[in-house]
């Protein structure tokens, strides 16, 4: 595209800081007035979606740049937005979701006693998404970053009250702070040899830092540990399962369609210098495979439908972190792109069934759900098929175009992204035979009742997009589509796929209960017992050790140092003898003030 | 106008122990004071070098005493917080059992002394507005303090009067090694001097352990949270928040443009206690059981990223290091503002007994919130601003692939601070907000009235403010800086 004239426009203003401006009024007035502040966040987000169709169709838009901090020469952040391509399909996706989720929302809230601050943090979250998706410098970014992370941390946590919301709340936190704590050494090292965080701007000056291979190595892979953190990559992907425990619409929103794929994002934004990086591309290929393995194997042993969805999402973040480590953006992007739609219908409707069953969210206390909600099995039907990858569906397309580029690169890889179709195919079989199919297993689930009409009406769109997003006369007008390959990978992809759903059909139709036990799936490898030994044994013991030794050496030792050493206040103290804190006080200031008259008058 | 800001806290103070209401007293002059602030900082020119709104009157001619005040952008920038917190301390001060009239005199004499030792342009009266503002520090502890107070006052005392005695000595001998014809108690006169390369080393280190146990620099830290948690909470603030940050405005105005050559030959030494503030009082931090200790600690934590900017010796990370200060008075002000109201809700502050607070007092939950996360550098609010420009101030002097100095490392080590105090901070949090009570609370805490949510909030949009347009404020300081590295 030629940017022949860049027209300067407020919309992009207008579309970030409209979320912004319903959150702090949320907050600072309509408390009290649910429906209002409902009804205001719903609003903004829309006002957000219509700017950024209109963003979208305009190809030479630019906007203002706003000084944040600027010190000439020594450093310049500006608050300034890139409207690439890239950056006003992600906007589409991010408002557009959104929106769906808010009108969702309306209903699967709709008597919640803390509905005003769970939109306060929904229309903060838009804000905090939209801003990383239009940062045009690494700083700017990095700001909207942390603000999604408190975002999903308020929004997590909104049943605070409940241990496993609050503990899940913090660990979400702590964890993205981890993979922000390389992320920011990343940025201070590229900004270290370009001298610019601005990304425009880093462009020219890359050779300083390609010139130097292990050094561009190092700057990657700590930005990559950034997308590791909130794109929940191994191995701080423990936080993402646990992020359950929110209300099902943000599970749906942030938690699959958006937030988590900022990683991605981020990459696909940085690619020209992830790219440049051949070493850093393998390590981050490999992590994107081994989080889709990893989470494909556990979520065959959950029995928790969000976790298992959860688990699922970890599998597809890793195929999109696994086409970026094979160079391709595209891919990811498409990958991405699909994955948003269909896996928020996945969860919206789960959130569907979990309602209609009393928010019951064990799988084995569900069954039979097709004929109860119909309108939600078969939208969950079109997320499921969507998401194994069985054509027409979005995800076939999208899945295939990794795997074509796996097979082309790098062999080993393909082998395991086919394991993990497999996989996919079978847990998510499992989890539609067990809630669909076959008869009621309690009650709740005997006398379930099909979900209100918001939140009936964002599935069935949700469902559309699953279906037709992967078409190239789709899908090309918003992302450059990657180059399509004749190879085998698709006819594998497919067997693959037919033989997950044979096995999770022969496995699981009929039955009561799981005729697996993989002790070590159903405990998720033990990822959370071995952080939390390590946790003790580190940071708490040496927490325990710097405790003492301040309590004890310093504080003790420095006491008696100072009281038997200084000749002048043991002199004073045995002088006075007063005991009277205000005398002494007094003494103590006329003692100054002599002193200063003698040391320099005199 | 300086004067004004200066001399109405001390005057109202003086006015409450003749005898005039208390409170009304104490909340007219702060806001007279903060309103006069606000007109000089509006009418400050961020284009004009050196300081403005300069007012003199000469005391001695023989002894070369001259009262003279005056602001740049530091002096500006640690007045309009020293108003803040005073404002907001003296709001939150709520019913004093006994000798109500003192205690709000003491919190005017601290904000005055403070505001007076900032807008000192004379090395006399910017040392004896500080002692002014330390002894109603050491009366509030031991008359009003909770739990062992008196052995807090007896160490935060000792601590205190022997930094400023030994501060003291290092001011004399500075004052001494400047060449004759520049000798002078005029801040304008001696910031310009020139000290021999060979002289500075000795007044460095006494100056380091003058003010680093003003400032809590490891180990002379220990006074720190033992006094914090035995404070009331409007003293806490106003210590925390504003006193100590006299310490580092010294070391900001007189070590940084004087001792540049003992800075460098001793920067290492700086890097490591700096470190120790960090890592080592970070875990320390993680290992408390109370929320007014874990607050007293990593307030001296933090005093640590502002030294890392000090060590950074370039105006970068020198403004990021005086915009800290600002932006970790406000958030320490409001968390100790807050667990002030806790401790009076609540049988104790210890984490095992308390529990699902939010669910009983969410505005009290919320502003914590806030100022946690402030606290913890958010961005968005002033104290993520001032943080990026530290690490930025720190590690990008003397870039080379091949091998990084230990300022460099010092950065990248320090920058796990972040890391740390995310996880004590939203562990307290977790702990006292969140989940359910451990034991009932009887009577049933009340949330924050309604009055007092105008001063939490005035410190939540300030750091706010400054948190998105940061610009306003490192335009005024920076000149100053600028102006250290241009000699």
Same mark, same amino acid.
């Given at each position: 595209?030629? +940017?022949?004239?860049?027209?300067?426009?407020?919309?992009?203003?207008?579309?970030?800081?409209?979320?912004?401006?319903?959150?702090?009024?949320?907050?600072?007035?309509?408390?009290?007035?649910?429906?209002?502040?409902?009804?205001?966040?719903?609003?903004?987000?829309?006002?957000?979606?219509?700017?950024?169709?209109?963003?979208?169709?305009?190809? +030479?838009?630019?906007?203002?740049?706003?000084?944040?901090?600027?010190?000439?020469?020594?450093?310049?952040? %500006?608050?300034?937005?890139?409207?690439?391509?890239?950056?006003?399909?992600?906007?589409?996706?991010?408002?557009?979701?959104?929106?769906?989720?808010?009108?969702?929302?309306?209903?699967?809230?709709?008597?919640?006693?803390?509905?005003?601050?769970?939109?306060?943090?929904?229309?903060?979250?838009?804000?905090?998404?939209?801003?990383?998706?239009?940062?045009?410098?690494?700083?700017?970014?990095?700001?909207?970053?942390?603000?999604?992370?408190?975002?999903?941390?308020?929004?997590?946590?909104?049943?605070?009250?409940?241990?496993?919301?609050?503990?899940?709340?913090?660990?979400?936190?702590?964890?993205?702070?981890?993979?922000?704590?390389?992320?920011?050494?990343?940025?201070?090292?590229?900004?270290?040899?370009?001298?610019?965080?601005?990304?425009?701007?880093?462009?020219?000056?890359?050779?300083?830092?390609?010139?130097?291979?292990?050094?561009?190595?190092?700057?990657?892979?700590?930005?990559?540990?950034?997308?590791?953190?909130?794109?929940?990559?191994?191995?701080?992907?423990?936080?993402?399962?646990?992020?359950?425990?929110?209300?099902? %619409?943000?599970?749906?929103?942030?938690?699959?369609?958006?937030?988590?794929?900022?990683?991605?994002?981020?990459?696909?934004?940085?690619?020209?210098?992830?790219?440049?990086?051949?070493?850093?591309?393998?390590?981050?290929?490999?992590?994107?495979?081994?989080?889709?393995?990893?989470?494909?194997?556990?979520?065959?042993?959950?029995?928790?439908?969000?976790?298992?969805?959860?688990?699922?999402?970890?599998?597809?973040?890793?195929?999109?972190?696994?086409?970026?480590?094979?160079?391709?953006?595209?891919?990811?992007?498409?990958?991405?792109?699909?994955?948003?739609?269909?896996?928020?219908?996945?969860?919206?409707?789960?959130?569907?069934?979990?309602?209609?069953?009393?928010?019951?969210?064990?799988?084995?206390?569900?069954?039979?759900?097709?004929?109860?909600?119909?309108?939600?099995?078969?939208?969950?039907?079109?997320?499921?098929?969507?998401?194994?990858?069985?054509?027409?569906?979005?995800?076939?397309?999208?899945?295939?175009?990794?795997?074509?580029?796996?097979?082309?690169?790098?062999?080993?890889?393909?082998?395991?992204?086919?394991?993990?179709?497999?996989?996919?195919?079978?847990?998510?079989?499992?989890?539609?035979?067990?809630?669909?199919?076959?008869?009621?297993?309690?009650?709740?689930?005997?006398?379930?009742?099909?979900?209100?009409?918001?939140?009936?009406?964002?599935?069935?769109?949700?469902?559309?997009?699953?279906?037709?997003?992967?078409?190239?006369?789709?899908?090309?007008?918003?992302?450059?589509?990657?180059?399509?390959?004749?190879?085998?990978?698709?006819?594998?992809?497919?067997?693959?796929?037919?033989?997950?759903?044979?096995?999770?059909?022969?496995?699981?139709?009929?039955?009561?209960?799981?005729?697996?036990?993989?002790?070590?799936?159903?405990?998720?490898?033990?990822?959370?017992?071995?952080?939390?030994?390590?946790?003790?044994?580190?940071?708490?013991?040496?927490?325990?050790?710097?405790?003492?030794?301040?309590?004890?050496?310093?504080?003790?030792?420095?006491?008696?140092?100072?009281?038997?050493?200084?000749?002048?206040?043991?002199?004073?103290?045995?002088?006075?003898?007063?005991?009277?804190?205000?005398?002494?006080?007094?003494?103590?200031?006329?003692?100054?003030?002599?002193?200063?008259?003698?040391?320099?008058?005199? | 106008?300086?004067?004004?800001?200066?001399?109405?806290?001390?005057?109202?103070?003086?006015?409450?122990?003749?005898?005039? %209401?208390?409170?009304?007293?104490?909340?007219?002059?702060?806001?007279?004071?903060?309103?006069?602030?606000?007109?000089?900082?509006?009418?400050?020119?961020?284009?004009?070098?050196?300081?403005?709104?300069?007012?003199?009157?000469?005391?001695?001619?023989?002894?070369?005493? +001259?009262?003279?005040?005056?602001?740049?952008?530091?002096?500006?920038?640690?007045?309009?917080?020293? +108003?803040?917190?005073?404002?907001?301390?003296?709001?939150?001060?709520?019913?004093?059992?006994?000798?109500?009239?003192?205690?709000?005199?003491?919190?005017?004499?601290?904000?005055?002394?403070?505001?007076?030792?900032?807008?000192?342009?004379?090395?006399?009266?910017?040392?004896?507005?500080?002692?002014?503002?330390?002894?109603?520090?050491?009366?509030?502890?031991?008359?009003?303090?909770?739990?062992?107070?008196?052995?807090?006052?007896?160490?935060?005392?000792?601590?205190?009067?022997?930094?400023?005695?030994?501060?003291?000595?290092?001011?004399?001998?500075?004052?001494?090694?400047?060449?004759?014809?520049?000798?002078? #108690?005029?801040?304008?006169?001696?910031?310009?001097?020139?000290?021999?390369?060979?002289?500075?080393?000795?007044?460095?280190?006494?100056?380091?352990?003058?003010?680093?146990?003003?400032?809590?620099?490891?180990?002379?830290?220990?006074?720190?949270?033992?006094?914090?948690?035995?404070?009331?909470?409007?003293?806490?603030?106003?210590?925390?928040?504003?006193?100590?940050?006299?310490?580092?405005?010294?070391?900001?105005?007189?070590?940084?443009?004087?001792?540049?050559?003992?800075?460098?030959?001793?920067?290492?030494?700086?890097?490591?206690?700096?470190?120790?503030?960090?890592?080592?009082?970070?875990?320390?931090?993680?290992?408390?059981?109370?929320?007014?200790?874990?607050?007293?600690?990593?307030?001296?934590?933090?005093?640590?990223?502002?030294?890392?900017?000090?060590?950074?010796?370039?105006?970068?990370?020198?403004?990021?290091?005086?915009?800290?200060?600002?932006?970790?008075?406000?958030?320490?002000?409001?968390?100790?503002?807050?667990?002030?109201?806790?401790?009076?809700?609540?049988?104790?502050?210890?984490?095992?007994?308390?529990?699902?607070?939010?669910?009983?007092?969410?505005?009290?939950?919320?502003?914590?919130?806030?100022?946690?996360?402030?606290?913890?550098?958010?961005?968005?609010?002033?104290?993520?601003?001032?943080?990026?420009?530290?690490?930025?101030?720190?590690?990008?002097?003397?870039?080379? #692939?091949?091998?990084?100095?230990?300022?460099?490392?010092?950065?990248?080590?320090?920058?796990?601070?972040?890391?740390?105090?995310?996880?004590?901070?939203?562990?307290?949090?977790?702990?006292?907000?969140?989940?359910?009570?451990?034991?009932?609370?009887?009577?049933?805490?009340?949330?924050?009235?309604?009055?007092?949510?105008?001063?939490?909030?005035?410190?939540?949009?300030?750091?706010?403010?400054?948190?998105?347009?940061?610009?306003?404020?490192?335009?005024?300081?920076?000149?100053?800086?600028?102006?250290?590295?241009?000699?």
């Amino acid at each position: 595209m030629i +940017n022949a004239v860049v027209v300067n426009s407020a919309l992009p203003w207008v579309a970030l800081l409209v979320p912004l401006i319903a959150s702090a009024l949320i907050v600072l007035f309509t408390q009290r007035a649910r429906d209002l502040s409902a009804l205001l966040s719903v609003a903004a987000v829309l006002v957000s979606f219509v700017c950024s169709c209109l963003i979208f169709g305009r190809a +030479n838009i630019g906007a203002a740049e706003i000084p944040w901090i600027n010190l000439p020469g020594l450093l310049r952040v %500006p608050l300034g937005f890139v409207l690439d391509q890239l950056s006003r399909t992600m906007m589409l996706v991010v408002t557009g979701v959104g929106a769906l989720i808010h009108i969702y929302s309306l209903g699967y809230m709709r008597d919640e006693a803390g509905k005003s601050r769970y939109f306060a943090a929904l229309s903060l979250f838009i804000f905090s998404m939209l801003g990383i998706v239009l940062a045009n410098n690494f700083v700017m970014m990095f700001i909207f970053w942390e603000l999604v992370g408190v975002s999903s941390y308020l929004l997590i946590g909104h049943w605070f009250d409940r241990a496993a919301a609050a503990d899940a709340a913090k660990k979400a936190f702590i964890t993205n702070r981890l993979g922000d704590f390389g992320f920011m050494l990343g940025i201070l090292m590229v900004w270290g040899a370009t001298g610019t965080v601005v990304f425009g701007e880093m462009l020219p000056r890359l050779g300083q830092i390609t010139a130097n291979p292990s050094f561009l190595t190092i700057c990657v892979l700590l930005i990559f540990c950034g997308a590791v953190g909130k794109s929940a990559q191994f191995p701080l992907h423990v936080w993402l399962p646990d992020a359950m425990e929110g209300p099902t %619409p943000v599970s749906a929103l942030i938690h699959a369609a958006t937030m988590v794929a900022a990683g991605v994002y981020m990459l696909v934004r940085v690619g020209f210098l992830v790219q440049a990086s051949p070493a850093a591309l393998h390590v981050i290929a490999w992590v994107g495979t081994i989080t889709a393995v990893m989470a494909g194997l556990i979520a065959t042993q959950q029995n928790d439908i969000k976790r298992i969805l959860a688990y699922s999402t970890l599998s597809q973040l890793g195929y999109m972190i696994m086409a970026v480590g094979l160079a391709s953006g595209e891919a990811a992007m498409f990958h991405l792109f699909t994955h948003a739609f269909f896996k928020a219908l996945l969860f919206l409707a789960a959130g569907s069934v979990i309602l209609a069953v009393h928010h019951e969210q064990d799988i084995w206390k569900m069954g039979g759900q097709g004929r109860n909600v119909f309108l939600t099995f078969v939208t969950f039907a079109c997320g499921t098929l969507a998401l194994i990858g069985c054509p027409p569906f979005a995800g076939y397309f999208s899945k295939d175009a990794i795997l074509a580029l796996a097979l082309q690169r790098d062999p080993l890889i393909f082998a395991f992204a086919l394991f993990t179709a497999f996989l996919t195919a079978f847990y998510m079989v499992r989890l539609f035979v067990v809630v669909f199919l076959g008869k009621p297993r309690t009650p709740e689930a005997l006398n379930s009742r099909e979900s209100p009409t918001s939140m009936l009406l964002p599935l069935v769109i949700l469902s559309l997009l699953a279906l037709i997003a992967g078409f190239t006369f789709f899908a090309r007008h918003f992302l450059p589509l990657p180059d399509e390959t004749h190879s085998i990978a698709p006819i594998l992809a497919l067997g693959a796929m037919l033989i997950g759903v044979a096995l999770g059909v022969f496995l699981y139709r009929g039955r009561n209960e799981d005729p697996l036990n993989l002790t070590a799936l159903r405990h998720r490898f033990y990822f959370d017992e071995f952080y939390g030994w390590l946790i003790e044994h580190t940071q708490e013991f040496l927490a325990r050790v710097a405790a003492f030794i301040d309590r004890w050496l310093i504080d003790a030792g420095a006491v008696r140092g100072a009281s038997g050493a200084t000749w002048s206040f043991g002199a004073m103290l045995r002088l006075l003898q007063v005991g009277n804190l205000q005398a002494y006080a007094f003494l103590f200031g006329l003692g100054i003030i002599w002193v200063i008259y003698f040391a320099l008058f005199r | 106008m300086l004067l004004l800001i200066t001399l109405v806290p001390l005057l109202a103070a003086l006015l409450i122990i003749v005898g005039l %209401p208390a409170r009304v007293t104490a909340l007219t002059g702060a806001i007279i004071s903060f309103a006069a602030t606000l007109l000089v900082y509006l009418g400050f020119n961020s284009a004009r070098p050196g300081y403005q709104f300069v007012s003199e009157l000469p005391v001695s001619a023989d002894l070369h005493l +001259n009262f003279a005040l005056g602001v740049d952008g530091l002096s500006l920038t640690m007045i309009l917080l020293a +108003n803040i917190v005073l404002l907001a301390a003296i709001w939150f001060t709520g019913e004093i059992d006994r000798h109500e009239n003192s205690f709000y005199a003491s919190l005017l004499l601290i904000g005055g002394g403070a505001i007076g030792a900032f807008a000192s342009l004379d090395l006399f009266f910017f040392y004896a507005f500080h002692e002014l503002a330390l002894i109603p520090t050491f009366l509030l502890i031991g008359i009003w303090g909770y739990g062992n107070r008196r052995t807090a006052a007896w160490k935060v005392t000792i601590y205190l009067a022997l930094g400023s005695f030994i501060l003291l000595i290092g001011l004399i001998m500075l004052y001494r090694a400047v060449p004759v014809e520049a000798r002078s #108690f005029d801040l304008r006169v001696l910031q310009s001097a020139k000290i021999p390369a060979a002289a500075q080393s000795p007044i460095y280190l006494v100056l380091l352990l003058g003010f680093g146990t003003l400032i809590s620099l490891v180990p002379f830290h220990t006074w720190a949270p033992e006094a914090y948690a035995s404070a009331p909470a409007p003293a806490a603030m106003l210590h925390a928040g504003v006193l100590k940050k006299f310490g580092l405005y010294g070391w900001l105005r007189l070590a940084v443009p004087l001792l540049p050559d003992a800075a460098q030959r001793w920067s290492n030494l700086l890097l490591l206690l700096l470190l120790a503030n960090i890592i080592y009082v970070g875990l320390v931090t993680i290992a408390q059981r109370r929320l007014d200790w874990m607050l007293g600690y990593s307030s001296v934590m933090h005093i640590g990223y502002i030294f890392l900017g000090i060590a950074s010796a370039n105006a970068l990370g020198l403004t990021g290091a005086a915009l800290l200060m600002f932006a970790h008075g406000l958030s320490i002000a409001l968390l100790f503002a807050i667990t002030g109201e806790v401790r009076k809700r609540a049988p104790s502050l210890d984490f095992d007994a308390l529990g699902g607070l939010a669910n009983r007092m969410p505005i009290a939950a919320f502003l914590f919130g806030l100022g946690a996360f402030a606290a913890i550098g958010l961005p968005g609010f002033a104290n993520f601003s001032a943080e990026i420009m530290v690490f930025f101030g720190a590690f990008r002097p003397g870039f080379d #692939f091949q091998h990084f100095h230990f300022l460099q490392w010092a950065t990248l080590l320090a920058l796990w601070g972040v890391v740390i105090s995310a996880v004590y901070m939203l562990r307290a949090y977790r702990r006292i907000f969140f989940g359910r009570p451990t034991e009932e609370i009887e009577p049933p805490p009340t949330d924050l009235g309604l009055s007092l949510r105008f001063p939490a909030a005035l410190l939540v949009a300030v750091s706010l403010f400054f948190g998105m347009f940061p610009q306003g404020l490192i335009e005024k300081i920076s000149p100053a800086f600028r102006a250290y590295f241009q000699r």
